[in-house]
């Protein structure tokens, strides 16, 4: 089956950097976009980056000049580039996947803990 897994979550110090990385498996297409999302207690999920397969991005302000999104298509893998944490960032991670409007997968989330 399609999956995504992602790994590269943990426990950083305000202004520190984390590097997320999301690998889908059992595919013999591309994702059409591919992006970031993030889970807080008590928060619905909101869109953190996405990225075109045409590497067009997009980026919650919250995080712009600080995390950068990236893919390697050849290996249908997005990475996520967290610079500079903040406390605010802690969340759960989860990748996203799509192609076309109608097939959607969810990665199973990376827990990412911004504190001194």
């Known amino acids: 089956q399609v999956q995504l897994v992602e790994s590269g979550g943990g426990l950083v110090q305000p202004g520190g950097s984390l590097r997320l990385s999301c690998a889908a498996s059992?595919?013999?297409?591309?994702?059409?976009?591919m992006g970031w999302y993030r889970q807080a207690p008590g928060k619905e999920r909101e869109l953190v980056a996405a990225?075109?397969?045409?590497?067009?991005?997009n980026y919650a302000d919250s995080v712009k000049g600080r995390f950068t999104i990236s893919r390697d298509n050849a290996k249908n893998t997005v990475y996520l580039q967290m610079n500079n944490l903040k406390p605010e960032d802690s969340a759960v991670y989860y990748c996203?996947?799509?192609?076309?409007?109608?097939?959607?997968?969810w990665g199973q989330g990376t827990l990412v803990t911004v504190s001194s």
């Open positions: 990225i075109t397969i045409g590497d067009t991005t």
């Open positions: 059992g595919i013999i297409f591309s994702f059409n976009t």
């Open positions: 996203n996947a799509k192609r076309g409007r109608n097939f959607e997968i």
